[in-house]
Nanobody, 120 residues
Framework: QVQLVESGGGLVQAGGSLRLSCAAS????????MGWFRQAPGKEREFVAR????????LYAGSVKGRFTISRDNAKHMLSLQMNTLKPEDTAVYYC?????????????WGQGTQVTVSS
């Protein structure tokens, strides 16, 4: 029922910026906690950021805090990730995800991912 589609990935130089978007369809988007994750080749998927349904409460991984900003537009069923001061170690496939309850430790729905490559 719930589908998530990421976009906005690409190649950028270190120090540059990219803005990722995730379009959601189906379900009750406004009630879902939304998050961004990433996975580099040979590495496990890691948490990047999450945002509560209201958009007020946000949480970031220490590696991206101060550089990335997560936001959502419930009217448009859209999740975004503004990435600034990108580093080569940010290179990964980025996934958006949704979970029906903040209380749940795991996410229920996942997108296909979008590639972000940062050159040094």
């Amino acid at each position: 029922q719930v589908q998530l589609v990421e976009s906005g990935g690409g190649l950028v130089q270190a120090g540059g910026s990219l803005r990722l978007s995730c379009a959601a369809s189906g379900g009750t988007f406004r009630t879902y906690t939304m998050g961004w994750f990433r996975q580099a080749p040979g590495k496990e998927r890691e948490f990047v950021a999450r945002i509560a349904w209201s958009g007020v409460s946000t949480l970031y991984a220490g590696s991206v805090k101060g550089r990335f900003t997560i936001s959502r537009d419930n009217a448009k069923h859209m999740l975004s990730l503004q990435m600034n001061t990108l580093k080569p170690e940010d290179t990964a496939v980025y996934y958006c995800a949704a979970k029906e309850s903040t209380n749940r430790p795991h996410y229920d729905y996942w997108g296909q991912g979008t590639q972000v490559t940062v050159s040094s």
